[in-house]
T-cell receptor, first 114, second 113 residues
Framework: AQSVTQLDSQVPVFEEAPVELRCNYS??????LFWYVQYPNQGLQLLLK??????LVKGINGFEAEFNKSQTSFHLRKPSVHISDTAEYFC????????????FGPGTSLSVIP | SQTIHQWPATLVQPVGSPLSLECTVE??????LYWYRQAAGRGLQLLFY??????ISSEVPQNLSASRPQDRQFILSSKKLLLSDSGFYLC????????????FGPGTRLTVL
């Protein structure tokens, strides 16, 4: 069975500083990987996804993530955060089969401090 | 383009009252549909998913039920709400298949008093 771990439940960071949100997964087969962002009282919005090819994936709002197969990780990064990046971030994984469902991590709350 | 709607946006209900939340998707046909719940400060809990009209799979046994009367309509119901049913309810859709990227609605904030 697959699982997703987001070790940091809360990440405070100063405005314009870089940030990395960590995501690790476990799976017996190859996977697709996703990052979603949830602003307060809103639904989840897809930030980026890794399907295949280049391990560095660029998404919306200046975020990027790097797939590391050997470390089974898919960490999300942004070189300079803004106040508007304050939100909950969810990592998700899906095994490369047609019948398995997407599994979401517990989320990381990013707080950008002015 | 595809859009997903949920209503109502917020709801305050007394314990023991019934519940009906609605989700509709536009711009796609035969989507997979999902209901999730977020309790305060918690992650996503998958409640139900559907791959077609009348086909509902339940992930967690509870006093909630789901129905899919039309291809792009997904309804979450309860006959008697519990305090523990409070939370943020999210509907999502996907095209299924191997990648199965999910797209979420704006959510419904339910408070049971």
């Amino acid at each position: 069975a697959q699982s997703v771990t987001q070790l940091d439940s809360q990440v405070p960071v100063f405005e314009e500083a870089p940030v990395e949100l960590r995501c690790n997964y476990s799976s017996s087969v190859s996977v697709y990987l996703f990052w979603y962002v949830q602003y307060p009282n809103q639904g989840l919005q897809l930030l980026l996804k890794y399907l295949s090819g280049s391990t560095l994936v660029k998404g919306i709002n200046g975020f990027e993530a790097e797939f590391n197969k050997s470390q089974t990780s898919f960490h999300l990064r942004k070189p300079s955060v803004h106040i508007s990046d304050t939100a909950e971030y969810f990592c998700a994984v899906k095994m490369k089969t047609s019948y398995d469902k997407v599994i979401f991590g517990p989320g990381t709350s990013l707080s950008v401090i002015p | 383009s595809q859009t997903i709607h949920q209503w109502p946006a917020t709801l305050v209900q007394p314990v023991g009252s019934p519940l009906s939340l609605e989700c509709t998707v536009e711009g796609t046909s035969n989507p997979n549909l999902y209901w999730y719940r977020q309790a305060a400060g918690r992650g996503l809990q998958l409640l139900f998913y559907s791959v077609g009209i009348g086909q509902i799979s339940s992930e967690v046994p509870q006093n909630l039920s789901a129905s899919r009367p039309q291809d792009r309509q997904f309804i979450l119901s309860s006959k008697k709400l519990l305090l523990s049913d409070s939370g943020f309810y999210l509907c999502a859709w996907s095209n299924g298949g191997e990648v199965d990227t999910q797209y979420f609605g704006p959510g419904t904030r339910l408070t049971v008093l």
